[in-house]
């Protein structure tokens, strides 16, 4: 991908450019009109003092809503909203700083796996609309007649068994929050860089939500263990590893927890790109360490029969989305994080 390859070598960038992004502003009179709305939300919210209180109070009341949303038969129309209250709730009524940062963080995973779970309440429907196929054939082609998966599982290992590899790769694609563990070392060390690269972050995670809706994918693992695609193959490598860990036998049936038709495309992928994108921008050999860390997770959700390489490629090319659109979402986020304060 020519475009991830020239954001890997991109060059440092000055500490205001890291801070705020590119200068991609508004005109001057869309300005006016941004800033004009944030000063109205301003006043008004000084003319209610009780708002804070009234922001935190609907964090629990929409988390618990949420998560009875199947007892009480709550249409996903009306929870995909609600799903966003958390995180402006948390931006309300929780004091500039800090411990905003991690609540709002917290809200806005939460609100992730919301947007990653909520397809798969209504599975029938789902089922009618889930690729199986079409991956498969994608890989197929990008494997020279044979999906990458299926080819790195007969090389590497002897089915049924839990080898060393095994047990790497599986801590390679558990190590998902190490996106996270770098903003929270901004936090602690360098909380002015904090805003932009959260929002980056966020965008790549949510970015991926809507392929959830409209583009269900059964992962390597499912179609191979359930339909028998590639010939039953691929194997769950990751779960054998678990439950070796646990001396236990792992069910025959695979586990239907969360969504596992939320596979297309690679969440894990696309938060560890546009990390990798934003630690070249302070130099050279962090931006290769990131690159490395995104090559080691490619290969370990693929290698593992979690995702197919067409999900691979969609995570990196949402990670660029998000680095090529930001001068344009900036000044927006902005207009609405003055309101909010």
Not at 172 to 198: D, K, T
Not at 279 to 286: G, R
Request: proline share 8%; glycine share 8%; aromatic share 10%.
């Amino acid at each position: 991908m020519p475009v991830v390859w020239q954001a890997a070598v991109m060059s440092t960038r000055p500490s205001t450019y890291r801070r705020r992004g590119p200068d991609g502003l508004p005109s001057s009179s869309l300005q006016r009109l941004l800033d004009g709305a944030s000063d109205a939300v301003n006043r008004r919210l000084r003319a209610h003092r009780g708002w804070s209180v009234v922001a935190a109070a609907s964090v629990p009341v929409a988390v618990g809503l949420i998560a009875a949303r199947r007892r009480i038969g709550m249409h996903p129309a009306l929870t995909l909203p609600l799903g966003c209250v958390p995180p402006l709730g948390c931006a309300l009524a929780v004091p500039k700083g800090r411990r905003r940062y991690v609540a709002v963080a917290a809200a806005y995973m939460h609100l992730f796996k919301l947007g990653w779970e909520l397809p798969y309440d209504e599975p029938e429907e789902l089922r009618r609309r889930l690729w199986i196929d079409e991956p498969i054939r994608f890989d197929t082609v990008v494997g020279f007649g044979v999906p990458p998966g299926v080819r790195l599982q007969r090389a590497l290992r002897t089915r049924g068994e839990v080898t060393a590899l095994d047990r790497a790769v599986t801590v390679v694609y558990g190590s998902w929050f190490l996106p996270h563990v770098l903003l929270a070392y901004l936090l602690v060390r360098h909380q002015e860089y904090m805003p932009r690269a959260g929002a980056r972050l966020s965008a790549a995670y949510h970015l991926t939500c809507p392929f959830y809706f409209l583009a269900p994918e059964a992962p390597p693992w499912w179609a191979s263990e359930k339909e028998g695609r590639m010939d039953g193959e691929i194997e769950r490598v990751a779960r054998l590893v678990v439950y070796d860990l646990l001396k236990r036998q792992p069910p025959k049936e695979g586990s239907s927890q969360g969504n596992p038709w939320g596979a297309m495309p690679s969440d894990h992928i696309s938060s560890a790109a546009i990390t990798a994108m934003g630690l070249a921008e302070v130099s050279p050999l962090y931006g290769a360490i990131g690159w490395t860390y995104v090559a080691a997770a490619a290969f370990a959700i693929v290698y593992l029969g979690e995702h197919y390489v067409a999900d691979v490629v969609v995570g990196l090319l949402i990670a660029e989305a998000v680095r090529r659109a930001e001068p344009l979402a900036a000044p927006f986020v902005r207009a609405v994080a003055r309101a909010v304060e």
